[in-house]
T-cell receptor, first 119, second 112 residues
C-alpha cells in the first residue's frame, strides 16, 4: 500500500485566499483524521471522520476551516479566507476500526503533510 | 496545564549512547501509550505502543509505563545516527481511543 497520500506537499498563498488540502487515506481504513502541527502548539487534532461521517470537529479553530469526506478514499480540508496564523504543517492520518483489528488500539498512519505558508 | 508534557530538547548524544526520552501526563484515564518517531519533513510513524503499566521491548527500543507516577519512558540502546529524529509520545483513554493526546516532541540528534 502507498500509505496516506497528501497533496500538495507545499502551499504558499496570500492572506485572504482559499486553500484546499487533499488526502487519500489507506484503503480499508475506517477513520480519517486531520491534524495541524506548529512549533508552539505541537500536534493538534482538528477533526476526524468515521466511515466518511464527521465525528468530532471540536478542534477546528473557527468557521474559516471546513472539512469534507465525500467518499472513503478522499478528504479535503479547506481554509477560506486564509490568514498568516494558519501557517503550519497539516497532516492527514488514517486508521482501522480498533474493533475490526481485534485490538482496542489502532495506530495512526500519517501522511507526509502539507506545509502551508500564508503571507 | 497541558495533558501531556514532554521536554522539547534538543538532546544530543554520541553514537552508541543509551537515550532516555520521557513524558508525564495528568489524566489518570489514559490506558494506551505510544511513541511515534518523526523524521524531518515526514509524518510521524508509530514506533511502539503499550497498554497500561509495564515494559515492552522491541530490538534496541524499550518502552516503560509507570501509571502510579503518570510517567512514560522510551529507552534507545546503542543509539545510531539514523535514530536522529523527533520523538513524540501519545496516549489515549480506554474507551475514547480515537482521541490521541500528543506530547510536543523531543528532538534527538545522535552524532557519529
Amino acid at each position: 500500500d502507498a500509505g496516506v497520500i497528501q497533496s500538495p506537499r507545499h502551499e504558499v498563498t496570500e492572506m485572504g485566499q482559499e486553500v484546499t488540502l487533499r488526502c487519500k487515506p489507506i484503503s480499508g481504513h475506517d477513520y480519517l483524521f486531520w491534524y495541524r502541527q506548529t512549533m508552539m502548539r505541537g500536534l493538534e487534532l482538528l477533526i476526524y471522520f468515521n466511515n466518511n461521517v464527521p465525528i468530532d470537529d471540536s478542534g477546528m479553530p473557527e468557521d474559516r476551516f471546513s472539512a469534507k469526506m465525500p467518499n472513503a478514499s478522499f478528504s479535503t480540508l479547506k481554509i477560506q479566507p486564509s490568514e498568516p496564523r494558519d501557517s503550519a504543517v497539516y497532516f492527514c492520518a488514517s486508521s482501522l476500526d480498533p474493533l475490526d483489528r481485534g485490538d482496542y488500539n489502532s495506530p495512526l498512519h500519517f501522511g507526509n503533510g502539507t506545509r502551508l505558508t500564508v503571507t | 496545564q497541558k495533558e501531556v508534557e514532554q521536554d522539547p530538547g534538543p538532546l544530543s548524544v554520541p553514537e552508541g549512547a543509551i537515550v532516555s526520552l520521557n513524558c508525564t501526563y495528568s489524566n489518570s484515564a489514559f490506558q494506551y501509550f505510544m511513541w511515534y518517531r518523526q523524521y524531518s519533513r515526514k509524518g510521524p510513524e508509530l514506533l511502539m505502543y503499550t497498554y497500561s503499566s509495564g515494559n515492552k521491548e522491541d530490538g534496541r527500543f524499550t518502552a516503560q509505563v509507570d501509571k502510579s507516577s503518570k510517567y512514560i519512558s522510551l529507552f534507545i540502546r546503542d543509539s545510531q545516527p539514523s535514530d536522529s529524529a523527533t520523538y513524540l509520545c501519545a496516549m489515549t483513554e480506554l474507551y475514547n481511543f480515537n482521541k490521541f493526546y500528543f506530547g510536543s516532541g523531543t528532538k534527538l540528534n545522535v552524532k557519529p
